[in-house]
């Protein structure tokens, strides 16, 4: 019996695994590419997020601003002046060109000061009157002015005790240059007063004026030296309807000057 032979194509043969590959399988590891994340993008966007709440509660907590209404304060107390447009404000009218700005007067020219007072008279030291005397001095004579509230009682012109020592710490000034006259005055103030005493100011400034001029003379002043004058309420410092100038009114003040040439005769 004859074998037919067939000519059809063979079976592909398997490939053979190698074994050696499969046995070290295991321990290979395949690299991968780590894919870079944006994850510090996150975090950032928190922050911003967290920075924004807390700047929301901030100003939910102070409140409407208060800076228009203290501007406006501030220039309703400020006082009127002539200045130009504020930089920034619109102009009036809706124009674009700057109003006029009137030319400003220049300032009158400050008076000068006056000149301090010498610390001396005659070799005498003057810091040592106390804050009771204010000192005067012209360039031909020295007047002291001393408040009457501090040498006499209201309505009255016997000397305090508390005046005394102020006219005691004179005396040395008074007597340190004998060729001057001394001229002491009383001032009161224009409330009106009617005793049987002193039926007008006149009579209580004149009173008030003797006492002092009593009291040097005992205390070793030249009487000759010594002239009292009362002059009522005719020559005020300050208004005569204000209460605080009425106390500056109410003084003694004792002057040192020249003497004239034709008082000095006999008459």
Request: net charge negative; hydrophobic share 40%.
């Amino acid at each position: 019996m004859a074998v037919v032979s067939q000519t059809g194509p063979s079976p592909a043969r398997q490939p053979r695994v190698s074994t050696a590959v499969g046995r070290y399988r295991r321990w290979h590891v395949d690299s991968r590419v780590e894919v870079e994340e944006e994850g510090w993008l996150i975090t950032y966007l928190d922050v911003i997020t967290l920075i924004l709440v807390l700047m929301v509660v901030l100003l939910a907590f102070a409140g409407p601003g208060k800076g228009k209404d203290s501007q406006q304060a501030k220039a309703d107390s400020a006082p009127t002046q002539a200045i130009g447009p504020v930089p920034g404000a619109p102009y009036p009218s809706g124009s674009i060109v700057p109003p006029a700005v009137p030319p400003t007067s220049p300032e009158p020219p400050a008076a000068p000061a006056a000149p301090p007072l010498p610390k001396t008279l005659n070799g005498l030291p003057l810091d040592q009157l106390g804050a009771d005397v204010e000192i005067i001095m012209t360039d031909d004579a020295v007047r002291f002015r001393i408040s009457s509230e501090i040498l006499f009682e209201s309505g009255a012109a016997h000397l305090a005790a508390e005046g005394q020592p102020v006219l005691d710490r004179l005396i040395p000034l008074l007597n340190s240059d004998p060729n001057l006259r001394l001229v002491v005055e009383g001032h009161t103030d224009s409330v009106p007063i009617q005793t049987e005493r002193f039926p007008s100011n006149w009579e209580l400034s004149t009173g008030r004026a003797a006492a002092v001029a009593r009291y040097l003379i005992e205390r070793g002043v030249a009487p000759q030296r010594v002239q009292a004058s009362g002059f009522a309420d005719t020559r005020p410092l300050g208004s005569r309807d204000n209460p605080v100038d009425r106390v500056h009114n109410r003084r003694v003040e004792l002057t040192m000057e020249r003497t004239p040439p034709s008082s000095g005769q006999a008459r």
